[in-house]
Nanobody, 123 residues
């Protein structure tokens, strides 16, 4: 699976962005997908995950109620709608595809990674 993340940019605190992750190279959608982020000098952290059908999702506590993950299996694309952005959301955001159909959180369960897209939130 090849993943291409896009949609990052500069936004003021309180604003919104929508990230996209286009998947290619596989004919089925039987895998969970997730978003992770890495701020400068910090480890890569889990943000959100969605199962193969889109029926089940999970979020990091820090983004619950503000971020929404979704996927369109016809378009082979996953999204992350980010609202009420805070300066602490500033990071490079990575999309990833796992080896499993149901949601998993640890990065070690993900086999494929996109190149990352930078989100900068100014206060």
């Amino acid at each position: 699976v090849q993943l291409q993340a896009s949609g990052g940019g500069l936004v003021q605190a309180g604003g919104s962005l929508r990230l996209s992750c286009a998947a290619s190279g596989r004919t089925d959608n039987n895998y969970a997908m997730g978003w992770f982020r890495q701020a400068p000098g910090k480890e890569r952290d889990f943000v959100a995950v969605i199962n193969w059908s889109g029926a089940t999702t999970d979020y990091a506590d820090s983004v619950k109620g503000r971020f929404t993950i979704s996927r369109d299996n016809i378009k082979n694309t996953m999204y992350l709608q980010m609202n009420a952005l805070k300066s602490e959301d500033t990071a490079v955001y990575y999309c990833a595809a796992s080896r499993y159909i149901d949601i998993v959180v640890p990065p070690s369960f993900y086999s494929y990674w996109g190149q990352g897209t930078l989100v900068t939130v100014s206060s």
